[in-house]
């Protein structure tokens, strides 16, 4: 097995309703790696970050078994930084800035090793990138890729070379609105699968995800949480969570993707429950799978016959 | 076995933008009793229409093996009559007309029989005249209320007394954030098991609907389906699905809940696939059954672990 995961990393400042953190670590490739280490090995993170990206957390990343050798340290730039502020309704948020840094220079050569990798998770960065990296992967058995609003209105054409080239895309409904102009999410999703990937993902928030390839759909709620500290990383750490399993069971049958979305939702839902990465630093098997067997216990129910 | 169902007779007049229907079955009581008597028998209906009730729709009930001995039939009112228009986004309508006509006189005297009824479904009516009905029920087993904005707000006094009444209630999201005054549903949830009844129904439109009871959730999507001709009746069907799996079955245990609120949800989805009670005249036990194998195969997944 091995998972390459490319995308951001940042020292966030947030403010949510039930705190604030600065200089915090975050980032999408955070988020995804950190994530998939507690479903399988062999982990390789792509990025870059600044000189004061803090070694303690670079000591974290190996600590979960991440490779960060395709990591590059910028010494003459800071590190990623976006300050955003939640609002009550947490569905809602405000970008105070975003100080892109070292992330303006992002342009990843991958290695000989990383070249050889399975599994890809392209998080949301600039869809160029995202290509440029694809074209430098030997012969991955899938690749996953995330995107935004941003792209899709501000470089489409380049969106839709990638979208030629990749297996899977998750979008949030809103996203998959925009880029089909389809208010129905199940005509959305039919449409999007015609742009090229040929297994989809839509984030639908507190109302959890749907899953979709040709002939099948699956539909889960997001786990029910009275309070949600910090939905920062929520859609990172559910990517990661999908790839982890993919990587760990290298099963691409419909079966086999629903449980990689539920393992996004325990991971998301583990992820929201602390401040930016607190909630999936120290997690044990046994936390994962308690969550895993409530979700099911929350959404299965018994077969009969009329 | 034994369910009553008291709640609106109307004739609407319904326009969505798949085509316009003039005077046509409608009513909280009919979707009710009509989506019930696909999963039980022995359902007595009460209510009232007026002289222009079509004689075709009371032998429609009989049909259904229904029993319209409560139905009182005004010779000098109408029939209660609503005039909707749905918008493009199905969740908007606008009432061009509500003429209550004979529902004006609802006040219904059970017969002896009716008053030995073991399961109860009040429609969403006037929460005093929900109340005088619950009174002259001999010893339920259990009774299951709908209701509405408007009663949460214009009587208040008359729901919290019902609510004491009762073992059940259905509510939509917005319902049950008006009626506690909590944004988060689970918080809301808790509050109105407070106010009485044990077992809560959230129903969150297109995003499915959420079962509580004191210590478990359960969380569904609504079924998917690309095309919506006529929301109208949507969450009767889905109460009647409900209420009719509970008095065919008997059991109160949490996982046979579940299976009614599914039974709710095929229900609701037959439904509203076509134009006012069309979707719910004629059907077979192999459409439903296929609509719930459907339905678990979109919902459910393996247990694995770790």
């Given at each position: ?5 490319i995308g951001t990393l940042a020292l966030d400042t947030i403010e949510t309703p039930y705190g604030k953190e600065e200089y915090t670590l ?184 749907m899953l979709f390839n040709e002939n099948h759909v699956f539909i889960i709620p997001a786990f029910p949480l009275e309070k949600v500290f ?77």
């Amino acid at each position: 097995m091995s998972l390459l995961v490319i995308g951001t990393l940042a020292l966030d400042t947030i403010e949510t309703p039930y705190g604030k953190e600065e200089y915090t670590l975050g980032g999408s490739a955070t988020f995804i790696s950190t994530s998939a280490s507690y479903l399988t090995k062999d982990i390789r993170l792509v990025g870059i970050v600044g000189h004061d990206f803090p070694q303690k957390e670079l000591d974290f990343f190996k600590s979960r078994g991440i490779d960060t050798s395709g990591l590059e340290i910028m010494k003459d730039q800071k590190t990623f930084h976006w300050h955003g502020v939640y609002h009550t309704d947490m569905n809602q948020r405000d970008t105070i800035t975003t100080d892109l840094n070292a992330l303006a220079y992002l342009n990843p050569v991958l290695s000989d090793k990383f070249r050889q990798t399975e599994y890809v998770c392209l998080g949301n960065i600039d869809p160029v990138i995202q290509e440029k990296v694809i074209k430098q992967i030997d012969k991955p058995k899938l690749i996953m890729i995330d995107t935004m609003n941003f792209w899709i209105e501000g470089n489409r054409p380049a969106l839709d070379k990638v979208l030629k080239l990749v297996d899977i895309i998750m979008v949030n409904d809103s996203e998959a609105r925009l880029i089909t102009g389809e208010n129905n999410l199940f005509t959305a999703a039919k449409k999007i699968m015609e742009y090229g990937p040929k297994i989809l993902i839509i984030k639908k928030g507190e109302h959890g995800a749907m899953l979709f390839n040709e002939n099948h759909v699956f539909i889960i709620p997001a786990f029910p949480l009275e309070k949600v500290f910090d939905p920062t990383g929520a859609g990172d750490s559910f990517a990661g969570g999908f790839m982890g399993w993919i990587d760990r069971t290298k099963d691409l049958s419909f079966e086999n993707l629903k449980l990689a979305i539920v393992f996004g939702t325990v991971m998301a839902s583990l992820s929201v429950e602390k401040f930016s990465l607190e909630g999936l630093r120290n997690l044990e098997n046994d936390t994962i799978m308690k969550r895993f067997k409530e979700f099911k216990s929350i959404t299965n129910f018994k077969d009969i016959s009329l």
